[in-house]
């Protein structure tokens, strides 16, 4: 646990602050930093951080309130002006039309939101948008941000719902020191900030001690010349160049980057994250006060391109920018939120322009989307409809991998008509084969999702080649859980005691889907200066009996069990956090506790799948079925096409030996979630034991089809097709199975079972 559990000079910094004397740094306000920094306030004003979150003003509003209509799904909403205040007219949390002020607006560019106040301190964001391009970009309008399908007023996704709440989802990147302020006894928040925007203060930390710093130094007193009194010190471009190797076109940076304070510090906001407190600051570790996602299926698609909303870091880290050396103030001014220089221009800080900028590179006409280097290399994706985010890979087309694995490429992007095929055989010819240490991890992780043959042997490749980026090692960590052989676990070890604290989460990923024995190796990580490392550990161990424990081990222990409650307290409203805090107090004995606590996560989000399958599986333990099965069919009633609770409801008639009942669930999970072999497997074994042996094999076989690499069912296989004396299947079947785990000593048994050499 040494160095590499602190960050260098910003925790050094943030340590003497809080040590310097009996008062911890506090907010200011931007207007006390502007008196000495007017350039770079200057910049800032009109920036996106500044325009982040305004009061609804003739100013600020950008949208039509002239009586303006809006007409979706059969909802008409208006938009207009009453007394001064901007109204509209709208579905409200019952599904009627209701006359609602806007309270504030929410970002400028391409759209602006609005956001409307309701009792308890909620703000939500209304989901119809106006779209501020101008008219020559489609812009100009209203529009829905949920276009495809109507959601009514009972869904979370509706904007009256708890997934477009301001004070959870939104407001802490849109504002300078915010406090959520949730109680969760009353269900009300008090969130406060100190100024509405992004401000100086969001991104430096606390001014306090630096304007002390600054009032000395114009006194004349002595003064630290190197350290500003700052919380955090953006020094890491300091005496840093670029020169461009005029052999390659290319820049290297004149000194290695050996901090990466500044990326830490966007990433609070620019990241999939999800927050653990808000009591942290700019300046103190991003892992104390969030947990970061890793390139996990439905964020990322399997080469790492950004999926979903991801916020460009998770993509960052990946890049060959990043691992040179790149930070985030090298391409964007920080203050005006902006690119340093216009365009692709500010790629030519580092690529010589008459090298790339040319068509013996590019191989396009001038001045069209082939030529330029955003399109090709940052490709974006359009999410809330017109905001175009560029991912931050900066990768090399790849339309062979969407031959290969069926993912995104930039060519076909602008090339619509054209096949994938086509793109890649273009490529090829222009600049040869593609490498095969570029992005050599796509196919690991699609093996993985798809649970191909060779899944586990790929991944333990790519968790233990140094020369990948650590998200990219972490994220194959995790997916090893799946395929815990000896080798994987030896990777797993060594993944917790790694000084990356990514591949650290990573492999308490994988041990989570382990069981007690294997996830005792996370205690070491009881002890990690990051918080979101050791209460993750702290989860996975809380069902080890404390008389078991060494007194030491017992009591950090204990300590990293109420630092995890304390975080899921932090998030309390969420029927996640509840969930989570009912999966502990199951762990930790208390089920009572536990089935409460599931009652509450229903209560706050009716159709949250995951809290009616574990209290029906609690109850179920507890002897309690019937009560099970009345919860499952509750869910089922709300979320009738989840295939989950099917599955589980399938589980409970079994339990009842009401076994034409648990047949008919069983095969609904696996025909709504084919996805998912296990469904397909249950099914199997339950139409075996019922001596529907034909109907077994096949529904394996349909599974075998889609997952090739699932053990479970190659195993199934060959057992039942042996029963049903079949042996040249069977044997298949066993070879199969051998070359997916050769050392595997419970297949070798099954081979020896079938009586024949799996060969």
Not at 203 to 231: F, M, N, Q
Not at 351 to 377: I, L, N
């Amino acid at each position: 646990m040494q160095a590499h559990r602190i960050l260098g000079a910003t925790l050094v910094a943030w340590s003497a602050l809080t040590l310097a004397d009996d008062q911890t740094p506090h907010f200011v306000g931007g207007a006390r930093c502007a008196t000495c920094h007017a350039e770079e306030t200057a910049r800032w004003r009109g920036s996106h951080h500044d325009l982040a979150m305004q009061e609804a003003t003739e100013a600020t509003v950008l949208g039509d309130f002239d009586d303006a209509e809006f007409a979706q799904f059969g909802v008409v909403s208006r938009f207009y002006r009453d007394d001064g205040r901007f109204m509209v007219r709208t579905d409200g949390p019952d599904g009627q039309l209701a006359d609602l002020p806007i309270k504030y607006t929410f970002g400028a560019y391409p759209l602006q939101q609005y956001l409307i106040e309701f009792p308890g301190g909620r703000l939500q964001a209304l989901d119809i948008a106006w779209d501020s391009r101008t008219p020559a970009d489609g812009g100009q309008r209203w529009f829905h941000l949920h276009s495809s399908d109507p959601v009514h007023h009972d869904d979370v996704l509706h904007w009256t719902g708890p997934n477009l709440n301001w004070n959870y989802m939104c407001a802490d990147c849109h504002s300078t020191n915010l406090k959520k302020g949730y109680d969760a006894a009353s269900a009300t928040y008090h969130t406060t900030w100190s100024e509405i925007d992004v401000s100086c203060e969001a991104c430096h930390g606390p001014g306090s001690r630096h304007i002390a710093w600054a009032e000395a130094k114009k006194r004349g007193k002595a003064i630290d010349p190197v350290y500003p009194g700052l919380t955090v010190q953006f020094d890491e471009r300091d005496g840093a160049a670029w020169p461009i190797d005029p052999a390659t076109g290319k820049a290297k940076r004149s000194r290695p980057r050996t901090t990466d304070k500044e990326i830490q510090v966007c990433a609070r906001c620019h990241s999939g994250r999800s927050q653990l407190t808000d009591e942290t600051v700019a300046g103190q570790p991003f892992l104390d006060g969030f947990r970061p996602a890793l390139l996990t299926e439905g964020l990322y698609y399997p080469d790492g391109q950004m999926q979903d909303e991801v916020y460009v870091w998770g993509s960052f880290l990946q890049s060959k920018m990043h691992q040179a050396g790149v930070t985030c103030s090298d391409c964007h001014d920080p203050h005006a939120a902006d690119l340093r220089l216009p365009g692709e221009t500010v790629c030519y800080q580092c690529h010589r322009s008459d090298r790339y900028a040319t068509e013996t590179h590019h191989f396009h006409d001038p001045g069209s989307a082939g030529a330029s280097c955003v399109a090709c290399h940052m490709p974006p994706t359009n999410f809330m409809v017109v905001d175009a985010r560029h991912d931050h890979g900066f990768r090399l087309p790849r339309p062979d991998l969407t031959v290969a694995i069926e993912i995104p490429n930039a060519c076909n992007r602008c090339h619509e008509e054209k096949t994938p095929q086509w793109a890649a055989e273009h490529v090829e010819n222009w600049y040869g084969p593609p490498s095969p240490t570029d992005r050599s991890y796509a196919g690991a992780f699609h093996a993985a999702r798809h649970r191909l043959p060779g899944a586990g042997r790929l991944l333990q490749a790519v968790a233990a080649d140094p020369e990948q980026p650590g998200i990219v090692r972490a994220t194959a960590l995790q997916e090893l859980g799946a395929y815990p052989d000896a080798a994987a676990l030896i990777l797993i070890r060594e993944g917790t005691a790694s000084d990356d604290p990514l591949q650290r989460l990573g492999a308490l990923e994988a041990l989570n889907q382990l069981g007690l024995a294997q996830r005792a190796l996370a205690a070491a990580l009881l002890w990690d200066d990051l918080k979101a490392v050791r209460t993750e550990a702290a989860r996975l161990l809380a069902g080890l009996r404390p008389n078991q424990l060494p007194e030491a081990l017992r009591q950090q222990l204990a300590k990293g069990i109420q630092e995890y409650v304390d975080a899921q307290g932090f998030n309390a409203e969420r029927p996640e956090a509840q969930l989570n805090l009912a999966v502990l107090d199951t762990d930790l004995g208390r089920y009572s506790e536990a089935e409460q606590t599931y009652r509450k996560a229903i209560g706050l989000q009716p159709r949250f799948v995951p809290a009616y399958v574990n209290i029906a599986q609690l109850l179920s333990g507890m002897g309690r079925e019937q009560e099970a099965d009345t919860y499952l069919r509750q869910g089922l009633a709300l979320n009738p096409d989840e295939g989950d609770l099917h599955h589980a409801l399938g589980l409970s008639l079994v339990r009842q030996k009401r076994h034409d009942e648990a047949l008919s669930a069983l095969a609904r999970s696996a025909e709504l979630a084919p996805d998912n072999p296990r469904y397909a497997y249950v099914h199997a074994v339950a139409l075996q034991s019922t001596g529907r042996l034909a109907e077994a094999i096949r529904v394996l076989e349909s599974a075998h089809r889609r997952h090739p690499g699932d053990i479970d069912t190659l195993v199934a296989l060959a057992s039942y097709s042996r029963e049903a004396g079949r042996p040249e299947s069977a044997h298949e079947y066993a070879r199969r199975l051998q070359r997916l785990a050769p050392n595997d000593p419970a297949v070798d048994r099954l081979i020896r079972e079938i009586g024949g050499s799996g060969g």
